[in-house]
Every structure is written in C-alpha cells, then in structure tokens.
C-alpha cells in the first residue's frame, strides 16, 4: 500500500505517541504541584495542568480550544493525505510535528479537561510545558525554514 506523505505520518505518530507516553508516566508518577529537581534550580519535572493554550495563553477557555484543536487536526489529516496538493520533506516534518502535538494536548483537552505539563526551565522561568509544546514548536521551525528557503521546496513529491 503506497501512503502519500509517509514522513508526515511518522513524524505525527512519533510526536503523539511520546507525548501521551510522558504525560502517562507524569500523572502515574507525579502529585498535581509535585516537582523532581532533575538540575536544582535549572530544570525540573513539574506536574501542573493547564486549562489554557501554549504557555497558559488564554487560561480557562478550554471549551473553544478543545474545538479548535480537533478542526486544526482534521486540516492537518486533509493536507497529509494529500488533499491541498504535495508536501516536500521539510514541510511534512513541519506539519506532521505540529499535528502530533495538536492531538496529543486535544486528547487532554477532550479527556482531561485540561493538558498535562511538566517540563519545567527553571533558570529562565518560562512557563511548563509538554512533548506535544515541544513538537509544535519543531514543526514550527521545519516549516520556517521551508518558508524562507525555497531551493528545499524545489524537490516536491509525494512519499
């Protein structure tokens, strides 16, 4: 069976999978406001949840953002199938990360009624985060980079 976009869907199952795979481990492991120290004062696991967007953007508006990750999820599922035309290999890492991470904080969002976070930069006191953040943010910089050099996206075919 030939899959249109097979870096797309790897880079997306990966993603998910990790993500739900850490945030499992953190609720089995972890106290909600427990924190391990892995480098004291630099970086820490740190169970909170967040009924907000990345960063605790937009705290309690859970209800819409639920909605939102599942429409941004089935447009990204169309454009891996192939439906809006063909991805190059950076812009399937791109998108397939971000489409790991959208699922992997909606399935919280939908099940938990708020997403799981835990990776925790003390020295710069950014906010928790998770995998799925992780993966967005990836897939962000995949797609920027084929955005601004397009010699990469002169190789366009379907995989």
């Known amino acids: ?45 740190t169970y909170v949840r967040n009924t907000g967007a990345a960063f605790s953007l937009f705290t309690g508006k859970v209800e819409w953002l639920r909605w939102l990750s599942l429409v941004v999820s089935l447009g990204l599922v169309a454009l891996g199938l192939g439906w809006f035309g063909f991805l190059n290999t950076l812009e399937q890492l791109g998108w397939g990360f971000v489409l790991g991470g959208a699922v992997g904080n909606g399935i919280d969002r939908f099940f938990r009624g708020s997403v799981v976070d835990f990776l925790d930069f003390r020295l710069i006191q950014f906010p928790v985060f998770n995998l799925a953040d992780v993966s967005i943010n990836i897939g962000i910089i995949c797609l920027l980079i084929a955005a601004f050099y397009p010699a990469s996206n002169s190789n366009r075919r379907v995989r």
Do not use: C
Request: hydrophobic share 55%.
């Open 1 to 45: 069976m030939h899959v249109k976009n097979r870096i797309f869907w790897i880079a997306a199952i990966i993603s998910l999978l990790l993500d739900q795979l850490t945030k499992y481990w953190v609720v089995q492991h972890f106290q909600l406001a427990e924190t391990q120290p892995l480098l004291s004062g630099v970086f820490h696991f």
